[in-house]
């Protein structure tokens, strides 16, 4: 089609020719790459600046977590009983069996009951007050796993740059499987793709442009980047 517009890139061609070396690269070859080192010593260094931080975080996260278990162990069984009571209240049918069982209850509740911590403290507490630890140290949880999480932002986000330079220098197809993608994208007949989508009561166009975006390989910003400069983005 002579009138078909002539700018139509070949996604597959461009990076066959820019990044060539690409196609032959498993991770271990990738990882060698002195970028991917670079990156590599940025991780470990943002790992080694926050390890001890993070060790102490950690430390006090999982502190909290066991007195957390302590004291639900606890929390747990004794609304568990209070509930019972409680349903034995609701279906009694004297009022002086449910004025009883009422008073079994507040007794119950008033009773002191032994938490036993991780480092062998005790604490006596009442049914409402326990409630009331429970929920101060679960807060004091919820806190801490925060500041582990701000403690570790280096450290993820250098591991994230790491996974995604992987990812944009690795393909999951062989040579042989690639080939066979240029050829066919190399072969095609210029001409106005499109796919009906019932269902979303579409017709889309896209491939006529686009050619090979449904194809089981990934072109990354980096793979359409000229060498020597800087991903877009």
Known sequence: MEDFPGAVEDPLQRVSEQRQVNFGYIKKDVEKNPDYAALKQAYEKAYQDSKARA????????????????????FTDRRAYVNALTYELETSTSASAKASKQREINEYKNQQATVEFPDGSKKEIQLPATDETY???????????????????????????????????????????????????????????????????????????????????????????????????
């Open 55 to 74: 060790d102490e975080a950690r430390r006090k996260l999982d502190d909290s977590v066991a007195r957390l278990l302590a004291v639900q162990s606890v």
């Open 135 to 233: 929920n101060e140290i679960r807060d004091e949880r919820t806190q801490l796993s925060l500041e582990l999480g701000d403690v570790l932002k280096p450290v993820t986000a250098a591991r994230a740059k790491m996974d995604e330079y992987v990812a944009d220098h690795m393909v999951d197809l062989t040579p042989a499987q690639i080939e066979g993608l240029k050829k066919k994208t190399s072969d095609w007949d210029p001409t106005i793709v499109q796919i009906n989508v019932a269902d979303a009561n579409i017709v889309d166009r896209c491939e006529s442009c686009h050619m090979g975006a449904r194809e089981p390989l990934k072109i990354t910003p980096a793979a359409m980047t000229p060498k020597g400069e800087k991903k877009a983005g």
